[in-house]
């Protein structure tokens, strides 16, 4: 059991936006920043977003975050068959002094 | 370019310490605001924080596994050293590191060790 709440996966055909929700709590999202992180199977996590919306280098621009309360989301636009990965969402937890995660969603692109 | 590898063991034995090793090139532990973190992934399961050590020794751990855990700098200046003790089946998993970037966010991953608790 996460933290953090995601759907288990969430599906789209190309050229759609498509959006995965994180649901947390007022120790975690409430007072903290969120962090995305797309993991293709077999592979490690990358960092996608952090500070709730903001893009690392080579991150598309299709990729944008949110944050209201203790809820975060994370929308993809124009959807690519390459975006098709599983998506985490992190924040920082203020009453674990440490980061906690959503269970992660399967993004399929149809 | 920061660079991060873990190595250890890929089988365990029940009730036995499995050690982790973090070797990281890029940066240095000494810096001040570096941090280095550990977090899992058992098969097909979330992601899990377990421990984060940083440039001034200071170190949080995951409360539900505080009391197995324990995380160190290494003998060489470039590697973390993660040691948890009585590992058991739930304890199958992938581990990797990662460097604690600017925005307490884990910015760089290593590729992963996958570690088996069998008997």
């Known amino acids: 059991q996460s933290v953090l709440t995601q759907p288990p996966s969430a599906s789209g055909t190309p050229g759609q936006t498509v959006t995965i929700s994180c649901s947390g709590s007022s120790s975690n999202i409430g007072s903290n920043q969120v962090f995305w992180y797309q993991q293709v199977p077999g592979t490690a996590p990358k960092l996608f977003l952090y500070?709730?919306?903001q893009r690392p280098s080579g991150v598309p621009d299709r990729f944008s975050g949110s944050k209201s309360g203790t809820a975060a989301s994370l929308a993809i636009s124009g959807l690519r068959s390459e975006d098709e990965a599983d998506y985490h969402c992190a924040a920082w937890d203020d009453s674990l002094s440490g980061p906690v995660f959503g269970g992660g969603t399967k993004l399929t692109v149809l | 370019q920061i660079t991060l590898e873990e190595s250890g063991p890929t089988l365990v034995k029940p009730t036995q310490t499995l050690t982790l090793t973090c070797t990281f090139s890029g940066f240095s532990l000494t810096t001040s605001g570096v941090g280095v973190g550990w977090i899992r992934q058992p098969p097909g399961k979330a992601l899990e924080w377990l421990a984060l050590?940083?440039?001034?020794?200071?170190?949080r751990y995951s409360p539900s596994l505080e009391s197995r855990l324990t995380f160190t700098k290494g003998t060489s200046s470039n590697q973390v050293v993660l040691t948890m003790t009585n590992v058991g089946p739930m304890d199958t998993a992938t581990y990797y590191c990662?460097?604690?970037?600017?925005?307490?966010?884990?910015?760089?991953w290593g590729q992963g060790t996958m570690v088996a608790v069998s008997s």
């Open positions: 050590i940083y440039w001034d020794d200071d170190k």
């Open positions: 500070k709730n919306n």
């Open positions: 990662a460097h604690l970037g600017d925005h307490d966010d884990f910015d760089v």
